[in-house]
């Protein structure tokens, strides 16, 4: 009877498998932080995680004006122009803008413009925000050059009139997704770094040599337990986080299934800076410092609890550059907006760019003994 490749493969992935979910240090990174984080924001309900807050400005409003001006200087606004009323509907209803804001001159008038505004509920966590910096602004000019007039403007904005019902963004919309990819972080760098180095370290795979298994499979062995138990937390995660704090599947089963294949991804790419830190590391105690430069600027310019838009000009393409940011932001795309994987091709294009970069490092500086 001959050697099966595949039978010791699989041999390896079931007792890896046993190992890792009775590891107290994977068990932390990939359910308890995470749930932790989901459960503090969950909780908190529906207030939104974002502070610059994207305006769509309707093409016949006129721009001729202080107001506009001083929307424009305004940091916490960014003012969007798109082509056509189609694009700029969808986005609306996507979540991906505040509203549309509408600026009309009344030409003989005692109030010299009148400014009206649109939304959605998928906007519920931005355009109250919004309604203030607009009401702030007109205040604001009309106290400094219009003191003899009641008002610059008058703000016809009337919630129950003025905002769609469609879905609701909450907190957990955009908590639950960084969560996830944390997770994912921690694991694919912390997890493969430590169990490659001690593999190698406690001659585990020097005995896997004496066996007629190729090292490939073992590889795969290993590599195979880490996404599966990874593919389990993830199901963990998003189920939790859609039945028990409404996390919006806007699809459903096919935006649940879209998101596992981001995660897959995600997972593989981490996976490779894990490897890179195992090949590298002389010890064991200088596998954390390793580990935390690759995942702690990750976890806080990724994205995972505020919009990278929050962040100052010079730091966004930072973290634009980040894996993590483009991971984060496909699920967040796919989760609510109810975009489709080839939607999200450009952040994906970006991730499986690193995941070249990473292996092609980590073939260079892997060691098997």
């Given at each position: ?37 989901i ?46 009323e ?41 355009w ?93 062995g ?15 995660i ?35 800076f ?23 600027p ?39 907006e ?32």
């Amino acid at each position: 009877m001959s050697y099966s490749q595949i039978r010791a493969m699989l041999a390896i992935t079931k007792a890896s498998l046993r190992s890792i979910s009775r590891s107290p240090s994977a068990i932390v990174f990939s359910f308890i932080f995470p749930f932790i984080f989901i459960l503090v924001f969950g909780f908190i309900g529906r207030s939104g995680g974002m502070q610059v807050y994207k305006l769509a400005v309707d093409n016949r409003s006129d721009t001729s004006n202080a107001f506009y001006q001083a929307l424009q200087q305004n940091n916490s606004i960014r003012l969007l122009r798109f082509n056509t009323e189609e694009d700029m509907i969808s986005n609306l209803h996507k979540g991906a803008i505040a509203g549309v804001i509408y600026i009309k001159a009344t030409a003989g008038e005692t109030v010299p413009y009148k400014v009206s505004l649109q939304s959605t509920t998928a906007s519920n966590n931005q355009w109250p925000q919004v309604r203030s910096f607009i009401e702030s602004v007109i205040n604001s000019i009309s106290n400094k050059i219009y003191t003899n007039r009641p008002a610059y403007a008058i703000f016809d904005f009337d919630p129950a009139r003025d905002v769609r019902e469609i879905r609701q963004y909450k907190t957990i919309d955009f908590i639950l997704p960084g969560q996830l990819g944390f997770s994912l972080l921690s694991s694919g760098v912390f997890g493969v770094a430590f169990m490659f180095f001690n593999l190698r370290n406690t001659l585990v795979l020097k005995r896997f040599f004496a066996t007629p298994i190729n090292r490939t499979f073992i590889i795969l062995g290993e590599g195979l337990s880490r996404v599966i138990f990874q593919m389990i937390t993830a199901v963990v995660i998003i189920g939790v986080g859609y039945f028990f704090f409404g996390f919006t599947l806007i699809h459903h089963v096919r935006t649940f299934l879209d998101m596992l294949v981001l995660s897959f991804i995600g997972l593989l790419v981490f996976m490779g800076f894990g490897f890179i830190i195992s090949g590298t590391a002389r010890n064991d105690s200088s596998i954390p410092p390793f580990a935390n430069l690759i995942t702690l600027p990750q976890f806080l310019l990724g994205g995972t609890f505020f919009s990278i838009e929050a962040f100052p000009n010079w730091l966004q393409p930072i973290s634009r550059a980040l894996p993590l940011t483009h991971l984060n932001a496909a699920m967040r795309k796919v989760a609510f907006e109810g975009q489709t994987l080839w939607q999200v091709k450009a952040e994906i294009a970006i991730l499986i760019a690193w995941g070249i970069l990473v292996y092609a490092i980590a073939v260079k500086v892997f060691k098997w003994e």
